[in-house]
């Protein structure tokens, strides 16, 4: 059964740094495009980071690129969202999703989502 968990969420404080896992299992990733997602109440839910698992190419939102790092680990089948220099705008629960490689690029998944998602990890900036 295919599952993807993610953690490492919290309160963090504005200017501090935080990094967030997506574990995933019953699914080898190296097929997959994973993307971090994050959902603000009253909003839309948008893209922030993606990869492509098997070869590592990145796409990132133009206001995060500077300050989060997507990466991944193949033999722990897991991606992670190091986020830096954090500010209150970045407070949200934030989602991990995959979506086959053969049917997405990596800008593309970060633009529309994936077909498969975590249950999401709150994640609060505030002082």
């Known amino acids: 059964q295919k599952e993807l968990v993610e953690s490492g969420g919290g309160l963090v404080q504005p200017g501090g740094s935080l990094r967030l896992s997506c574990a995933a299992s019953?699914?080898?990733?190296?097929?997959?495009?994973v993307g971090w997602f994050r959902q603000v109440p009253g909003k839309e839910r948008e893209g922030i980071a993606c990869?492509?698992?098997?070869?590592?190419?990145?796409d990132y939102r133009a206001s995060e690129k500077e300050r989060f790092t997507i990466s991944r680990d193949k033999g722990k089948n897991t991606v992670y969202l190091e986020m830096n220099r954090v500010n209150v705008g970045d407070t949200g629960v934030y989602y991990c999703?995959?979506?086959?490689?053969?049917?997405?690029?990596?800008?593309?998944?970060?633009?529309?989502?994936?077909?498969?998602w975590g249950q999401g990890t709150q994640v609060t900036v505030s002082s």
């Open positions: 999703a995959t979506k086959e490689a053969l049917v997405t690029t990596v800008p593309n998944m970060c633009e529309v989502g994936g077909d498969f």
């Open positions: 990869i492509s698992f098997f070869d590592g190419s990145t």
């Open positions: 019953g699914m080898d990733l190296d097929f997959y495009v």
